[in-house]
Nanobody, 125 residues
Framework: QVQLVESGGGLVQAGGSLRLSCAAS????????MGWFRQAPGKEREFVAV????????YYADSVKGRFTIARDNAKNTVYLQMNSLKPEDTAVYYC??????????????????WGQGTQVTVSS
């Protein structure tokens, strides 16, 4: 029903920036609440950020607040994660995900029905 494809990952030095993109298809993008999650080696997948249908409401994990920004462009069916001031502990596979219930909240990994394949972000010290 919904297909998500992430891009923009790569290798960056600590203090640098990356912008991840997630292109959605298969369902009207503007009806979906979109989130970003990440999973580091040996760790559980964790919430990073979420954005409402309109883009007017966002929430962030404490670990990224003030450094990361989530945004969306409904005309392009795309959600972004701008990552600034990157730290080695940000190294992870980053996933975008979608939920169709309209709820905008931090966390709630299990409420997301649709997931991308992930894109690797590596931050070197």
């Amino acid at each position: 029903q919904v297909q998500l494809v992430e891009s923009g990952g790569g290798l960056v030095q600590a203090g640098g920036s990356l912008r991840l993109s997630c292109a959605a298809s298969g369902r009207t993008f503007s009806t979906l609440v979109m989130g970003w999650f990440r999973q580091a080696p040996g760790k559980e997948r964790e919430f990073v950020a979420v954005i409402s249908w309109s883009g007017s409401t966002t929430y962030y994990a404490d670990s990224v607040k003030g450094r990361f920004t989530i945004a969306r462009d409904n005309a392009k069916n795309t959600v972004y994660l701008q990552m600034n001031s990157l730290k080695p502990e940000d190294t992870a596979v980053y996933y975008c995900a979608a939920r169709s219930d309209g709820v905008v909240a931090a966390g709630s990994l299990y409420r997301y029905k649709y997931w991308g394949q992930g894109t690797q972000v590596t931050v070197s010290s």
